[in-house]
């Protein structure tokens, strides 16, 4: 059964860079799109990017210019950077798979999520 | 981007009830039209995908109808475990969007 399991910094300080790393286990990085989704209580769940693992990318063009979505296939791990955070940026970080079948995709399964919080 | 809007945004419901939950879609998006459950300090899971695919395990009280700009999830025995909030997500094309959510609440 695949789990996903987020983690890294859970304080950032305002316009400095956000990281995180999810690490994957029960299924190999090598298929699959891997994705960055957050969530706060005024805008709901927004959609980040995604990592295919040959690398290719996809972005939310509203935060395109300050995010970066990696993978590190020798370590089942995927990662997310972005830059310039500021107190909108404070949300619960999920990574999720992207499962397809016949055109159609979704997220499943996701990371019990990591609280970020944008404060000097 | 594809705006996506829910009603209604709370429902108060009692154990064995039908409930319907509904979602458009401010273009159609055919019937790439996911729906999740969300409990309290935990992750979304998928319930339904493409719109009226039941995700394996999900319980067959679950279930998913539309196409285009118009969806509806319908739980058609509500059980003590499905209190909870409800999301729908457009798969459609990027960036893939959610709706605010449905709040479930027990009457």
């Known amino acids: 059964q695949v789990q996903l399991q987020e983690s890294g910094p859970g304080l950032v300080k305002p316009s400095e860079t956000l990281s995180l790393t999810c690490t994957v286990s029960?299924?190999?990085?090598?298929?699959?799109?891997w994705s960055w989704i957050r969530q706060t209580p005024g805008r709901g769940l927004e959609w980040i990017g995604y990592i295919f693992y040959s690398g290719s990318t996809d972005y939310d063009p509203s935060l395109k210019s300050r995010v970066t979505i990696s993978v590190d296939t020798s370590k089942n791990q995927f990662s997310l950077k972005m830059t310039s955070v500021t107190d909108a940026d404070t949300a619960v970080y999920y990574c999720?798979?992207?499962?397809?079948?016949?055109?159609?995709?979704?997220?499943?399964?996701w990371g019990q999520g990591t609280l970020v919080t944008v404060s000097s | 981007d594809i705006q996506m809007t829910q009603s209604p945004s709370s429902l108060s419901a009692s154990v064995g009830d039908r409930v319907s939950i509904t979602c458009r879609a401010s273009q159609s998006i055919s019937n790439y039209l996911n729906w999740y459950q969300q409990k309290p300090g935990q992750a979304p899971i998928l319930l339904i995908y493409a719109a009226s695919s039941l995700q394996s395990g999900v319980p067959s009280r679950f279930s998913g109808s539309g196409s285009g700009t118009n969806f509806t999830l319908t739980i058609s025995s509500l059980q003590p475990e499905d209190f909870a909030t409800y999301y729908c997500q457009q798969s459609y094309n990027t960036p893939s969007t959610f709706g605010r959510g449905t709040k479930l609440e027990i009457k």
């Open positions: 999720a798979r992207e499962g397809r079948n016949s055109g159609y995709d979704w997220f499943d399964p």
């Open positions: 029960g299924d190999s990085i090598n298929s699959y799109s």
